[in-house]
Structure formats: C-alpha cells, structure tokens
C-alpha cells in the first residue's frame, strides 16, 4: 500500500514535471555535483566524509540532515522549486513534489503559459523561480502578438473584440511599447519613427537643429493620400520644424507670399506671418525699379503702386489713389485750371493761371478759372465770360446817370478799362429844347438861343441876349418886320462877333429913299436909335425911323415915331441866321 501510494506520488510528479518543466535543468552543474530533480545541483558522495557537516550522503547526493526523515510528517521544507504538500519520507529522505509553473491569473499573454522553475535563481523561493519562456521568441518569423498595457485588459489575459491592446510582446515576454520601428509610425512625415532597445517607440525629429539641409516638406490636412509619401500629384504645403511638428513654416524663407511690401517671418509656433503694416511707404518694383510705394490696401492688406508723378491711367494704379492729368497725383484736381503734370511739379496738383485765357481771370483756389473784376480798371466795364475765359466788356448802362457820355476803351488799355466819356452826338438826353450836349453830363443852349448869361450857351458867349460866338457873321438880310410894317423897315447891313464883342456897320433907310448914314458901330448890347434925324443926310427933315439889330428868331417891339406908311423896302420875311 505505501509503495502504491509512492508510485502515484511518483506518477503525478512526472506529470507535474512535465506540466511545469520541473525535470528540465536550466542550467549547468559545476564538476563533482549533480542535478537533482527539485533540488537542483548537489554534491556527489560515497560516503558522508564526502558531505558538509549537516549533510547525510543519500542515494550518492549530499542531502541535507533536514532531509532525513523517518515518517512523511516529517517532510516540511521543501527545495525552492518544490512544494510541500504531497511529500513523503522514504529511504530516510524527504521526497517532494516539484513546483508547478503555469501562470496564474491574470495571465501574461507574452509569455508561454507553462513555464519552469528554477532553483539556482538567486533569492527565489517557489513561483518567483518560474520561468516562462517569451511567446515570441527571437526565431520567429511571425508578428509580435499584440499585448495590453494597463486598462487595457479585463484581467483575463485575453483579448476581446472590445478591447485595443496597444503594445507588443517582445522577445523577452514582455509587454512593450514596440519591437519594430514599423510599430511606431505616428503618422507624422517630421519624425524618425524608430523603437529602442528597451522596446519604447522614439520618435526623433526628422530635421533636427544640426542638419544643415532644408527642412523636409509635409502635409497639411487633405494634403496626403495617408501613406506618408508625397506622390507627384500631391502638393505639400507645411514643413518639418526642429521638434519634429508638421508647421507653416521653420523659417522666414518658407513664408514669402511673393509680396515685397509685406515683412514675411516666422514666428513661434511655425506660423507665418505677413506684417502688412512695417513696410508702408516703402519704396517697391511696379515696372521698374523704385517705380512704386508700398500702400495699403483694405484690412490687412498692401501692395505696390504708382509714385506720385508716375503716368497713370486710373487712381487704381496709383499709391496716392489718385491720378490727375496721367500723372499720380496728390490731389483729385478736378479743376479747369489746375494740373498735375506741370514740369518740375509732376505728381502735385498745382494751379495754373495760362489756362485761363481772358483778361481779367484768375486760377483760383477751387482750381477753376474765376473772374476777377478789379483787374477791369474802368468806370463802366465789368469782367464776364464762363469756363476758362474770362474778359473786360463795356457796360454802357454804366453811364446812363451822366448824360452825353458813351463807354469808350481807354486809349492806354484798350481791352481791360472802359470808362463814361463825353460824346456830342447824343443830344438827344438833353432835357430842355434849344440845348444840346456841351460836356460829360453838361447840356447847354444851342447858338442864337435866348440867353442872360455866356454860360448858359454853348461857345459861353450871350450878347444882345443870344447865345452867339466868336466868328459868328451875318449878311444883309430884311428883319420879319418889315413885312408887316413895310414903312420905316430898317435893314443892318452886316455884324460879326470877334472877342466875344459884336461889330455892327449899321445902314439906314430913310423914307424908303435915301441911305442916311453907313458907319461901323460897336456894341455889346441892345443896338437902336442909331438911325435918328441927325442921321439922315437927304431929306432930314422927313421923318426918321428907329433903327434895329435884329438877330435870330426872336420877334422884337417896334415903335415907329410917326406911323406914316412908307414904300416897302424889304419883302423877304425871313429872319438873320448864321452865316
């Protein structure tokens, strides 16, 4: 019975052996010891001079005297890769069981489930001493199984559909980040996907600060197809910095925008950045060089255009936004006078006075032509005319308050000074009958009108009552009266005024028959009586009649001193008129 019991123990620790390696040496017994199953490498002896102090020699092996036994209740220390329960004493030596290897809950799905024990382990004791063999060992040609880190297992040691296990066995039987580096592909075109020695993906910049090549392309999202390649047809738009991020730029060079007015940098973070602002009124190329400016354009917006004094064709092309006469120009100068392209002044709005082409215009400040009525130096003229000429014209009302002028040109400035002169011919705007225009504004009465005083008459000359003058002569001629009365007419034979007197050679009719005096008389005012009685050479005794200078229109009152008719001398009945 206790053989049968014995065997059965034997029986299960082969099969313990064989479930958990125990019969498996890992590894090699130093000359003059052996292996011995669940004890590992002992002594061989003969007897037990061959064996340490406290060691009994037992089926050739140093056993130690704790081993020895005498019943199975003895059997309590069991060898590091053994285990107590099931022991049994037999040959006066413990006998155990060895200790089982398989992995215990939850499971490590990198390591075989079954593994060995191994006794020469330092410091171990029982299953610290297994050993599970990598469940991906260095010969295979299969893929790291995939394995979980933490969270990522329920506990069982087995994935299920649910579950993403991130990491990868590695040949030890360990859990790790990677063991290839096609494990650690992050997607990112700027790194070096590599795994170390310690099964940590790494993930090293691929344009690190020490290259001196350019910084590789990369793309941005939609840029790629997804294979991390650029394939022809594939534009890639960022590129690679030192930490190995896809960004705008790495440097300055990478963010020009084509536009010279623009300050192209990149800045922290791989962004670019276009200053808009820093390069404003800054010479730039239009056509040729330093033809343009640096202008703003809208909200963060600037381009090159046109200097002023540059040809253009609309303000578009302008920096100043304005262009005047094809030249750019400070100013709209919309004037009819005004330009933009006057030599020396290209590009500035100048006033231009030559545009104006009348007399008396100026180019004003509004940049149109204006009249300008000083500049018209008469007293009857004004400055009138539209767009860009402007000229000195009479106004003839001008003189309608002073009588027998008209607006006349000046000798001296024929076109710009009009002035009221004395004009003789407009007797017409003398008020009174028997006037007519003496000077500017002056009527006076006409020649051999009724007068009191010389200044009333035209030469300023007033005798016997009548507007006469010097020069002024009279033939013989019959006075009206004589028609009526043909006795005692009387004629005067001639007068002539000279140096404002009248000179008188008086001839007398007496009695219709006898020339009774002829002599010269002068006199400055009323002639009569110069035909009296004492007068008469023939019949003196006949009665005498008065004698009168008649002259001009008037009808004068004749007294005779008989009123005896007499033959009719004279018949005409016309008055003395000027010669």
Not at 149 to 170: I, L, R
Request: glycine share 10%.
């Amino acid at each position: 019975m206790e053989h049968s019991r014995r065997a059965g123990l034997a029986l299960a620790m082969l099969v313990a052996g064989c479930a958990g390696g125990g019969g498996v040496r890992s590894a090699a017994c130093d000359a003059g010891s052996v292996f011995v199953d669940g004890r590992g490498c002992v002594l061989v002896c003969r007897d037990e001079d061959d064996c340490a102090p406290d060691e009994l020699c037992i089926d050739r092996a140093c056993t130690p005297v704790a081993g020895v036994c005498s019943a199975d209740v003895e059997c309590a220390t069991p060898g590091v890769c053994e285990i107590e329960v099931g022991a049994w004493c037999e040959g006066a030596a413990c006998h155990y069981l060895p200790l089982s290897c398989v992995q215990p809950q939850p499971v490590n799905p990198c390591a075989e489930l079954a593994g060995t024990c191994d006794a020469n382990r330092p410091g171990c004791q029982g299953l610290s001493c297994c050993e599970y063999a990598p469940a991906w060992p260095a010969a295979s040609g299969d893929p790291a199984p995939p394995c979980p880190f933490a969270g990522e297992d329920d506990g069982d040691g087995v994935q299920q559909p649910a579950e993403t296990w991130s990491g990868h066995c590695d040949h030890t039987g360990t859990c790790a980040d990677c063991t290839d580096a096609s494990q650690c592909n992050d997607g990112n075109v700027c790194t070096l996907d590599s795994c170390t020695a310690g099964g940590v993906c790494s993930y090293a910049p691929a344009w690190p600060t020490t290259s001196g090549a350019p910084s590789p392309p990369c793309p941005f999202t939609d840029e790629d197809d997804g294979d991390g390649v650029q394939q022809p047809a594939e534009t890639w738009s960022g590129h690679c910095d030192h930490v190995g991020t896809c960004a705008e730029c790495a440097d300055a060079s990478q963010c020009n925008d084509g536009n010279e007015c623009t300050l192209d940098s990149c800045v922290v973070g791989g962004v670019c950045s276009n200053d808009t602002e820093a390069y404003l009124g800054r010479s730039c190329t239009v056509a040729q060089p330093d033809d343009g400016e640096c202008t703003a354009q809208g909200p963060n917006a600037i381009g090159c255009e046109f200097i002023r004094g540059h040809y253009c064709d609309t303000g578009d092309e302008c920096a100043t936004g304005e262009c005047a006469d094809h030249r750019c120009c400070n100013d709209a100068c919309v004037g009819n006078c005004n330009r933009c392209d006057v030599a020396g002044n290209a590009g500035t709005c100048v006033l231009v006075d030559t545009e104006c082409g009348g007399n008396c215009d100026v180019c004003a400040a509004s940049g149109n032509c204006e009249a300008v009525a000083a500049r018209c130096t008469g007293n009857c003229d004004t400055c009138v005319g539209a767009d860009k000429a402007f000229s000195c014209q009479a106004v003839e009302s001008a003189c309608d308050g002073t009588r027998c002028t008209t607006c006349t040109a000046s000798a001296a400035n024929p076109t710009t000074e009009f002035n009221c002169v004395f004009d003789a011919a407009r007797d017409a705007e003398c008020p009174d009958a028997g006037t007519e225009c003496y000077a500017a504004g002056e009527c006076r009465k006409s020649r051999l009108e009724y007068c009191t005083s010389g200044p009333e008459c035209m030469d300023g000359l007033c005798l016997a009552n009548t507007c006469l003058w010097n020069g002024a002569i009279a033939r013989p001629q019959c006075n009206a009266y004589s028609t009526a009365h043909p006795v005692n007419s009387v004629c005067i034979g001639y007068f002539e005024v000279t140096a404002g007197v009248i000179s008188l050679a008086v001839q007398c009719l007496c009695n219709n028959v006898d020339l009774c005096y002829k002599a010269a008389v002068t006199s400055t005012g009323s002639i009569s009586n110069y035909c009296g009685p004492a007068n008469c050479t023939t019949n003196s005794a006949t009665r005498p009649i008065v004698g009168y200078a008649y002259i001009g229109s008037r009808v004068p009152t004749l007294t005779n001193y008989d009123g005896v008719p007499n033959v009719t001398y004279c018949t005409a009945t016309q008055a003395w008129h000027a010669p």
